[in-house]
Each structure stands twice: as structure tokens, then as C-alpha cells.
């Protein structure tokens, strides 16, 4: 490879626990900077360790392989109304943040903490669910409060869609989490529909010790050097059944799509595209996948006598739906715009189709010209591997087969 592959640091792990999935100081969202001001003034020397943190310096710009998979302990899953949610707990890790179109690095800081992370799904079909209702976590220690506030959604190659954020704490021993999810405002279809109207409120607790310290570090697998940097992802933490995540007994759901083929309805084509390639080579953009296809009215998604037009916007490798993003769709006939011009088109979360932007349209046929504008890229925050790609996303020109 061309490409220079260097281990930037090895973070000592009195910094890599305590950063995470809130940016130091003035965040998009009004977050509190962590660390030990604002924690008791606790001193760095009191933990020790390194946990290695491969960071590449000039990556793709599209998914590549980052250089070590993650250590990490899953704990029990537990109830939150409508929801289940599984808490996950690791060291704390480099992480961007993503703003319109611009991204931001968040660099681990010194002290004591955690990245605490959130899986949360749909009890009966085991959807994962979007980004879009962000969980408050309240984290307390005896009667002392140490920190609430809401979590990041977040998008990693091993656990797919969660929510993530770090937390400095000000001692080892055994600390109650509150988790406060608010309502789902993704539109919702099929078994889904009229779910997760109301919140939802769990509680779990997790010991922080030199134990728990040293597995998490431990852990950590490094890639082979010479891989560092390759187009791919790495595979999700699989075990579980139907494809999940396990982690000491938690069968957790990996937030994996359908593949292209499992979806109904017309498949729209790239006209320009090599008519030797194989069915499963989809259109991309930004090096994000997607699936567009067509389908007929009457359909359970269409509204009337409308068609509906469903893109489903994926990570090229895992599947990963690619959520918070903003599409407008236009249709051509002849050379001349169809309608009043394009679109948008609505982040829908069906209980079959998983995470899609659709619309029904009611002047669509064969022949024509569709052309899919990305109008803002996904809106999540990345780790490794997926912080250069899903930005410079250009319009996809398709067209509806005969």
C-alpha cells in the first residue's frame, strides 16, 4: 500500500477511559465538557495500563478497515416500555463528530471513566432502532448524581446503529444508570406502525474497578499492519442468535438491513451502468450502497393509486442503515421535469423493509428518469473506518426499467 498506515499513539488508558462520544467544550448541542474539573479533581496517576489506538493518517475517503477491533463488556438487556435497550461498557476511543458537512475529532482525554453504549430494538421483530430519539442517561453513585445527559447516536463497523457517549467517573465501585427514552418521531410502517408512541425508562448498574479496566484493554485486537487502511469494515461482534451480537449471555441485534434482493417491487438501474455487472454491485455515491426500487400501487406502503418509491441507504460492507439523512427524489419524462420538481422523501422505519426514505408518487412509469440528491449526509456520529466516508455524495441518475 501506498497509503502511510502509523499508529499515531498509544494511548495510556488513563486517557483512553475517559473521552468519548461528547466533544471537549462547546458542542453542536449544548453538551458539557467531562473530565476531572468538573469530577473531583481525581489525579491520572490513579489508573494505569495502555490501551494501543491505531489511528491512520491519511485514510480513504470511503469505508476502510481501521486498525484493532474494540474490547468491550455487554451487560444484561433490559426493559423500556415498548423498548429493550442493552447497555454496553468499553474505554473510551477517538470518535468524530458530524455537523452538516463538516466532521469534527473528538481526542480522548486524561482520568477516570468509561464509553458507555446503547443497543436499542423493537422486543417483537428485533429492528434496531434509528437514531432519531436520542436516550437521557442519569449516572449516579450512592446519593451523588455524577452526570446526566443524552447520548450520541453513533455508527461503528462492529455494533452497527447505537447510542455512545463517555463518562469521566470519580471512583472505582458501583454506579446506577437511569436511561429516559422519549418517544420514536421516525415514521413508522407495517408492524410498527403506532409503536413507541410513549417513552420508556430503564435502570442497570455496572462496577467500574482495575478489573474491569485491564479486560477491556486486554481485549483489544489489532489488525495485521500490513490491512490497516484496506477498503472493507470489520465483522460485526456476532454470536447471538439470528445474526446478533453476545456478550456475557446478551442477545443483542445487529442494526443489519436486508439484502438488496429481499425487497419487493421494481428495481430501479443505473442506464449508464455495465450490463455485465453482477445484480449485486448497487449504485453507489459517497461510497454509501443504495437500493431504490418501485413499488406497485395497492402496495401496503402506497398511498391511493400512487407508486411508492423506496431508497434504502446502507454501509457498502455490513448493511448498516445509514439514518438522519436528508433525500429529495426528481422525475424526468422525455427530458422534462414530471411535477413541481423533486421531492423529499421520508425516513420511514418498517417492521419487514428496516430504515428507507420512501414516497408515493402519482406519476411514475417505465421509461422514466429518476434522480436521487443527497441534500445533507448521514448525521451520525462516526468511529474508525467510517468518519471519511458519506460526505461528498453526489446525485444518483436512475432510471425505471421496461
Known sequence: MNRRTVLRRAVPISAALTAG????????????????????????????GTAPIPMLEDPPEAVYLPGHRKSMRA???????????????????????????????????????VHLMLVCWDRETKTVLPGTAEPTVTITKGDEQVTSRPLWPMLSQEMGLHFGDNVSLPADGTYSVTVDLPPLPTRRTGSLEGRFTD??????????????????VDGIELLDRERWGERGALEPMTGGSDGGMDGMGADIPYSAL??????????????????????????RSGDAAFVVTLLESGSRLADGDGRYLLVSLRTPYNRVPLTNTSLRAGIERDGEPVGDGPVELVQTLDGELGLHYGRSLADIRAGDSVRIEIESPPQTARHQGYETAFFEMDALELSVPD
Open 75 to 113: 451487560l444484561e438487556p433490559v426493559e423500556a416500555g415498548d423498548y429493550l435497550l442493552a447497555p454496553m461498557l468499553s474505554y473510551p476511543h477517538p470518535f468524530w463528530v458530524v455537523t452538516g458537512t463538516d466532521r469534527r475529532l473528538v481526542e480522548p482525554e486524561s482520568g477516570r471513566g
Open 21 to 48: 462520544c461528547a466533544a471537549p467544550g462547546s458542542e453542536p448541542d449544548g453538551r458539557n465538557e467531562s473530565g476531572d474539573r468538573e469530577n473531583g479533581g481525581y489525579s491520572d496517576d490513579d489508573v494505569t
Open 258 to 283: 436486508p439484502p438488496a434482493d429481499d425487497y419487493p417491487g421494481t428495481r430501479l438501474v443505473d442506464p449508464n451502468a455495465d450490463t455485465e455487472a453482477s445484480a449485486d454491485e448497487l449504485p
Open 199 to 216: 417513552g420508556g425508562t430503564a435502570a442497570f448498574e455496572f462496577t467500574y474497578d482495575e478489573a474491569f479496566r485491564e479486560d477491556v
